[in-house]
């Protein structure tokens, strides 16, 4: 066991328990905030991985920015969601059954892999990965063409929801 | 840097269920957009944990990663806005109460 | 010698010699002194707020001609200390129906998101935590936490006006976030690195010089983003209740307003690091206590504006706020973004066919970008008369007031 | 790695020491609670009805135009971090994303989002 193993080990018990509070917990808004943990928990991964950009990217986003959307989202339908009463639909079973199913096919798929083991490579430590990332991002070879979908797609999101959610006057 | 790549994807396979159970289960249409987003972040932990594991300079899967931010901010704010919308018309989020398309 | 001109990083070696020479493991000491180090920042953060809470008591009551504190110790410098034991001993007063855990997590959250960002502001040349190489995109992370911790007070109080007051200031920081993290890109731009130490060691010309409007846009949404006048409506303390703490008391409301006075000190932290160059001044390489001292110095001269402003300006109303953040800093800053961008391409592009020396450059490059800034400066103060001119006509059209109503004509006659 | 060691005992840190003081008040304090004093304070009269109330669109238009505003600029950051290395051609689609972005804050304004009603 070493402290990464150890780290990992408590993040990932942390950021499970946190996920299965979210979609289990019955105060919906007790269940964003648990998001919030799983989603930081997430953040931690990132920074193990040596992507640390997206460790602070996944704070800003999700963090800063999503689960803020979703607390106001559930503030503006709250009225007739009491928190009482159960909140899984009557064949939760069946879900549970599925994940559970999914879990272990994927497992078992995993297992017959031979890539799953193995070191990863060491990182060069002149390497930097944000300017690896940036010149990919805007270069023709690269990926400029999704790049720029992805500003074109968050424009149509933008001007989509603010015309669904829009109270006319 | 001892941790081995299948610790990452069992971490991200479990988050994915867990998710998905999220999805199958809850009546509040929110809980099942949350629900959603864990997927989402099951898959980017995938994502990075490749572009770490086995090709460390070809930065795919960072780009990758970054469309997947991407897409998972505009489904929350069209998701959300759509879910406020039937809210107000019919004031319900119960994914299960809203079935004007169910024959 | 080397005592004098580092101290700190001559202590820190002493340190870490004498725990290994007891023989800890290197890993060991390692995490000790990180450790050490954190609390360090930490302790010195506290102690800062019981000076500036002072300071700020004694700035406002001098320019409003009062004396200020002036019991306790010289001047009254001591006095917060008996208004801290004062609150130590306050009794906690939890709202019924309040939501316990997240009630009692929001004011520490509303301090540690402020305490945070000092993980990565250097001191001086040889002081600081860490120079991660996303410094710049931390901080802004690192903000939102501070949001959460408004949106949790707000929420688990139970009480309406709380959670509206909350909802409110979310709506306002968020959306001075856009113009904020929009400015930082700027420098980012200019100096080609996201870590905050090495954005320093970039300015051989300090960035506010290069794009004053950067730093301005900047200065302005960071203090929207503590929520300090002009910009504090929502808990316009003389005209309201409290905001989103309303529902706190004892040491947890004390918390929140420990957390917006190191705020307030921390944007001034960060303006002098990311615009004015933080530690740099003359022999500050060599010396690096002097780096400490140009660092503290020009953030004590931006914190006095910071509070001069608060005592100064008046009160904004929240749809003028939230207009002055979406039609006035925003696109401002995205046309500021665009032309800095290409002004320095094309500068760099021009740069081998012009044949400076690196000096000359340096130069040419900060008087072009500063010429570039001032004409935006022009053009945009064009466009707010042309605004203002038509505000006035707007604001002057009659509208319906209360006006005594006319009496009925039997009362007349 | 070991800058975000420090990262994470900062993280550490900083939740004791606001909430040491705290807890060490909470022991200090004197502790008399009753139903009176525990009641939420809001006006005049005692509070009425649920507070959960609900709001306006309003402020999830804002929390939305924010989204997607920091998604957009958090994708601008690796790109002015390597801007000096760019070919011309990366430079301008940069600049081109921060056009759609301008765009996209004109589409909103026009439609009269960024009023406060």
């Not at chain 1, 031979?114 to 083991?117: D, L, S």
């Not at chain 2, 090709?55 to 930065?59: E, R, Y």
């Not at chain 3, 209740?241 to 309303?246: D, H, R, S, T, Y």
């Not at chain 3, 160059?277 to 022999?283: D, E, L, S």
């Given at each position: 066991m070493t402290p990464m193993q150890i780290i990992f080990i408590l993040t990932a018990a942390a950021t499970l328990s946190a996920a299965v509070l979210v979609v289990t917990t019955r105060n919906i808004i007790h269940a964003a905030l648990w998001l919030i943990v799983s989603l930081f928990g997430v953040a931690v991964f990132y920074v193990l991985l040596n992507a640390g950009f997206f460790a602070v990217v996944q704070v800003v986003?999700?963090?800063?920015a999503i689960a803020i959307l979703f607390i106001f989202a559930v503030m503006l339908t709250?009225?007739?969601?009491?928190?009482?009463?159960?909140?899984?639909?009557?064949?939760w079973w069946l879900a549970a059954v599925i994940s559970v199913l999914l879990f272990v096919g994927l497992i078992w798929m995993l297992s017959s892999w031979?890539?799953?083991?193995g070191e990863p490579p060491v990182l060069k430590?002149?390497?930097?990965t944000i300017g690896l990332l940036g010149r990919a991002l805007v270069s023709p070879d690269g990926f400029v063409l999704p790049f720029e979908l992805a500003s074109v797609l968050l424009v149509a999101a933008l001007i989509g929801a603010i015309y669904v959610a829009w109270e006319r006057k | 840097m001892m941790v081995p790549l299948s610790w990452y994807l069992i971490f991200s396979a479990a988050l994915f269920c867990v998710g998905l159970f999220g999805v199958l289960s809850r009546k509040n249409a929110v809980a099942i957009l949350m629900g959603i987003e864990l997927m989402l972040n099951a898959v980017n932990v995938n994502l990075i944990a490749f572009w770490r594991y086995r090709?460390?300079?070809?930065?795919a899967g960072q780009a990758f990663a970054i469309i997947v931010f991407a897409v998972a901010a505009s489904e929350v704010a069209v998701g959300l806005a759509l879910i406020i919308s039937i809210y107000r018309r019919r004031?319900?989020?119960v994914a299960d109460e809203i079935d004007m398309m169910k024959f | 010698m080397v005592f004098f001109s580092d101290p700190i990083t001559y202590i820190t070696n002493w340190l870490a010699n004498l725990l290994i020479s007891w023989g800890l493991a290197s890993d060991t000491v390692l995490v000790i002194m990180k450790l050490l180090g954190a609390a360090m920042v930490c302790i010195f953060g506290f102690s800062l707020v019981i000076f500036t809470i002072w300071l700020e008591r004694k700035l406002y009551a001098r320019i409003q001609d009062r004396l200020g504190p002036?019991?306790?110790?010289p001047w009254g410098i001591f006095q917060t200390f008996p208004d801290m034991i004062k609150i130590f001993t306050k009794e906690y007063i939890t709202p019924e129906g309040a939501d316990k855990v997240v009630y009692n997590l929001a004011p520490i959250l509303a301090v540690s998101a402020v305490l945070?960002?000092?993980?990565?502001?250097?001191?001086a040349p040889t002081v600081f935590g860490t120079d991660i190489n996303i410094g710049v995109l931390y901080i802004v992370a690192v903000g939102s936490i501070g949001t959460l911790g408004v949106i949790m007070a707000g929420w688990s109080s139970n009480n309406k006006y709380a959670l509206l007051a909350a909802f409110r200031t979310v709506a306002q920081m968020v959306s001075f976030e856009v113009p904020m993290v929009l400015a930082l890109l700027v420098p980012v731009l200019l100096g080609q690195t996201m870590g905050v130490d090495s954005l320093v060691k970039a300015q051989d010309v300090w960035f506010v010089v290069l794009s004053p409007i950067a730093a301005i846009i900047f200065f302005i949404s960071s203090i929207a983003e503590v929520g300090?006048?002009?910009?504090?409506l929502l808990e316009a303390e003389s005209e309201i209740?409290?905001?989103?703490?309303?529902e706190y008391s004892g040491l947890k409301f004390g918390m929140f307003y420990v957390g917006d006075f190191l705020h307030a000190f921390t944007i001034s932290a960060l303006s002098a690091t990311l615009f004015f160059?933080?530690?740099?001044?003359?022999?500050a390489e060599t010396w690096p206590v002097l780096g400490l001292a140009y660092f503290f110095m020009k953030t004590f001269i931006i914190y006095f504006f910071v509070v001069l402003i608060r005592i100064a300006l008046p009160r904004l109303r929240i749809d003028q706020m939230l207009n002055f953040n979406w039609k006035f800093l925003t696109p401002l800053a995205l046309v500021l973004l665009m032309v800095t961008a290409v002004v320095e391409k094309s500068l760099i592009h021009f740069m081998p066919s012009l044949n400076f020396s690196a000096v000359g450059f340096l130069i040419f490059r900060s008087l072009v970008l500063l010429l570039t800034n001032i004409l935006i400066i022009v053009v945009t103060a064009i466009f707010l008369r042309a605004y203002a001119r038509r505000e006035h006509v707007r604001v002057s059209q009659p509208r319906p007031v209360a006006v005594t109503p006319e009496p009925p004509a039997s009362v007349i006659s | 790695m070991s800058d975000w060691l420090y990262i994470g005992l900062f993280f550490l840190i900083v939740t004791i020491f606001p909430g040491a003081p705290i807890i060490l008040a909470g022991l200090l304090a004197p502790k008399k609670p009753n139903a009176v004093k525990s009641q939420v304070y809001e006006c005049g009269i005692e509070t009425y009805g649920d507070t959960w109330i609900q709001f306006k669109a309003q402020y999830y238009i804002f929390a939305l135009t924010f989204l997607v505003f920091d998604v957009e600029i958090v994708f601008l950051f690796p790109w002015a971090v390597t801007f000096n290395q760019l070919p011309l051609i990366g430079v301008l689609s940069g600049v081109m994303f921060i056009f759609i972005l301008f765009a996209e804050l004109i589409a909103a304004w026009r439609k009269g989002v960024l009023e406060w009603v």
């Open positions: 986003i999700y963090i800063g709250r009225r007739l969601m009491s928190d009482s009463g159960p909140q899984s639909n009557t064949n031979r890539g799953v083991t430590s002149n390497i930097d | 090709s460390p300079s070809f930065i004031n319900t989020v | 002036n019991r306790v110790g945070l960002v000092w993980a990565v502001i250097p001191f300090r006048a002009p910009f504090d209740v409290a905001g989103f703490q309303i160059g933080g530690w740099r001044g003359p022999g | -």
